[in-house]
């Protein structure tokens, strides 16, 4: 089978794409990071490549924080930011869509296209409240699979308000409540409402949000939040298909547009790297006052790329 | 050999050090510049510094730090007003004092009041002061100045010829732009526009992008008072005035591709000025704007994944346009 790789390594999870030479999905994996996005992608690559041997990838793109380091790895033919890969994934999928909400692990952001070109978009600034590794950590908190986090949001008659400004502020809110009596669906509905809220206020303030709109993102799973969405923002809010690996699908979008369908040869290192060990260590540099932390990235003990310097000294040649 | 005069690298240096350095040198002392902001300068800053204050202020204490044993006088002017009726950010103004209080075994400080708000005549009293260590020979005072004024009029031509302190002060040279490249407007006070370190390296990556850079430093200062005054009242702090002045021009003008304005985390007049360009950009909705907020966080992801982004939307717009 003949396609594109498309792979987002986000703080969260790795979410690999495989498409055909049409773009359509064919196989896709979320992964947990788990912190080691090297051997995340391998894993996932390997588990790709079990399922099908004679893949032939045309091109591969990555995206998400961890690009360069996987670029690297890989042999990317486009290395992308985010925010633009999960734009030119939406507007493929429906080229009609005029807003793209997106959660992803430690990331927010908010995407506003017309006529399927970029128009505005925002991120949100250092603080990571209300996305999805808050998220994470009241379910295990509250005992709570975070699968179940949104039917249960739903269940809610009455749902309670939590303060959702700030992550801390907002768990110490949800122990005072449930110290109070609330139970648990009231609770993580105003969870719900409260992250909502804060992403409207920060990340979309004073966007203009007009229809249609998606959401995308593993927060997208939570059916809890897109109801909450929907009630706040009195529109329908369609989750895609492949909500959760939007991002993937964009860098394959891409990476085709790069090796022009296929015309021009991929700089894919093969599914040989699945046997390479990669290996990434970092040293301070003592060359002067800044004390950069550079990065060694080396494949079977071959340095390959190295970055993390202010200044060119450590420029593989 | 002269007395030597530390000069903090950083704050007004981007905007006014030629003047400065020429002045006493005149007088005959010694000049002498802290190196380029660092890691060790950005943690000397913030350990000695009160917490309150903005990131580039908690940089003038590192640097102040990193000169104090190496010279005979340190420089930390009050500057209160470099305008007529305008004024610079009250923490300018409690500069000195802040120093003073915060950091011990400091050389002696020359710490003139700069104050133009009323008159010209105030910069011949701030002459007058900081040359007190070295002399109070009038003449002499007078020739420094005539001499300071040169200098820097000489810099503030060559920043209007569209080149940046970086080139000038720093000499540091970037690729020359493509003639069909972007240009962009890059706005905010001097001090972090031009502080490579804060900002992460933003001029030479946009250069590197193959942008071509605007700065207000390049723009007639009579096109920017005139945008100023768009707003309904007129503004006291003169360096937002002049961000402000700018990013009006460029919204009505649209002889830019796009707007990248940097503001510092806890900066009072950054907060309210750029609400309001802010929202004039998204009431005329035509220049794209991105805004960028800086503070101690040295993660460059963040800065480049929003860059990246901002110059594919506007590659993007252009291709479709």
Redesign the interface.
């Known amino acids: 089978m003949r396609g594109y790789l498309g792979i987002d390594v986000g703080s969260v999870s790795t979410n690999i794409v495989f498409t055909n030479e049409q773009m359509e999905v064919l196989d896709s994996l979320y992964i947990r990071t788990q912190g080691r996005p090297i051997d995340a992608v391998q894993r996932g690559m390997a588990q790709m490549y079990d399922k099908d041997g004679d893949l032939q990838i045309l091109g591969v793109g990555t995206t998400g ?1 961890g690009r360069h380091l996987i670029g690297a790895m890989v042999g990317a033919d486009c290395i ?5 890969a999960h734009a030119v994934a939406a507007s493929h999928l429906n080229p009609e869509v005029r807003t793209v909400l997106e959660i992803g692990g430690q990331d927010s952001k908010i995407i506003l296209l017309r ?7 925002a ?1 949100n ?2 603080c990571a409240a209300g996305t999805g590794s808050f998220l994470d950590q009241q379910a295990s908190r509250l005992g709570i699979p975070i699968e179940k986090f949104g039917e249960l949001a739903l269940q809610s008659q009455n749902p309670v308000r939590i303060a959702g400004r700030c992550s801390v502020f907002a768990e110490s809110d949800m122990i005072h409540k449930q110290q109070m009596g609330h139970n648990t669906s009231d609770i993580i509905a105003g969870l719900c409402a409260a992250l909502v809220r804060n992403y409207l206020n920060n990340v979309g303030k ?1 966007k ?1 949000i007009q229809e249609p709109v998606t959401f995308q993102g593993g927060v997208a799973a939570n059916v809890g939040i897109r109801q909450a969405f929907e009630d706040a923002l009195k529109v329908q809010v369609i989750v895609p298909e492949h909500y959760n690996v939007m991002g993937a699908i964009g860098c394959a979008l891409l990476a085709r547009e790069e090796v022009h369908n296929g015309e021009k040869s991929s700089k894919f290192k093969g599914f040989e790297m699945l046997d390479m060990e990669f290996q990434a260590s970092s040293f301070e540099c003592d060359g ?4 950069c932390e550079v990065i060694n990235f080396k494949q079977n003990g071959k340095l390959i790329a190295r970055w993390g310097a ?1 200044c060119p000294r450590w420029e593989v040649g | 050999m002269g007395k030597t005069v530390g000069i903090p690298r950083c704050l007004l240096y981007y905007s006014y050090f030629p003047g400065w350095q020429t002045f006493f040198e005149e007088l005959g002392a010694e000049v002498v510049l802290s190196s380029p902001t660092n890691k060790e300068i950005m943690d000397l800053g913030i350990r000695n510094s009160v917490d309150e204050i903005c990131l580039p202020v908690k940089l003038f204490f590192g640097h102040v730090m990193a000169l104090k044993d190496k010279v005979d006088y340190i420089f930390v002017p009050r500057m209160m007003s470099v305008q007529r009726n305008e004024w610079i950010c009250p923490k300018f103004l409690g500069l000195p004092d802040m120093i003073k209080a915060q950091i011990r075994e400091l050389p002696p400080m020359i710490k003139p009041d700069v104050n133009l708000r009323k008159s010209r005549i105030g910069l011949y009293y701030a002459a007058k002061e900081a040359a007190r260590p070295f002399t109070k020979n009038n003449w002499q005072i007078m020739r420094g100045l005539f001499k300071a004024f040169s200098a820097q009029r000489n810099f503030d031509l060559e920043m209007k010829q569209g080149k940046t302190p970086l080139e000038i002060l720093e000499l540091q040279e970037f690729p020359e732009p493509e003639p069909e490249s972007l240009t962009l407007a890059l706005l905010g006070h001097p001090y972090l526009i031009y502080e490579s370190f804060i900002n992460m390296n933003l001029i030479s990556r946009m250069r590197d992008m193959g942008v071509r850079l605007i700065t207000p430093e390049m723009m007639p200062n009579s096109l920017i008072r005139k945008n100023a005054a768009k707003q309904p009242k007129n503004l006291f702090w003169t360096l937002n005035k002049v961000t402000l002045g700018a990013a009006n021009y460029f919204l009505s003008a649209k002889t830019v591709d796009g707007i990248v304005q940097l503001a510092s985390f806890g900066c009072g007049p950054d907060a309210l000025i750029n609400e309001l360009i802010e929202r004039r950009a998204r009431r005329e909705g035509q220049v794209p704007l991105l805004a960028i907020n800086l503070d101690e966080h040295t993660g460059e992801a963040g800065l480049v994944t929003r860059l990246e982004a901002f110059i594919d939307m506007i590659k993007w717009r252009r291709v479709t346009g």
């Open positions: 924080s992308k930011n985010e925010i633009t006529q399927g070109i970029v128009v505005d978009f991120m600034t250092v004073g203009n002067c006052p800044n004390h202010r």
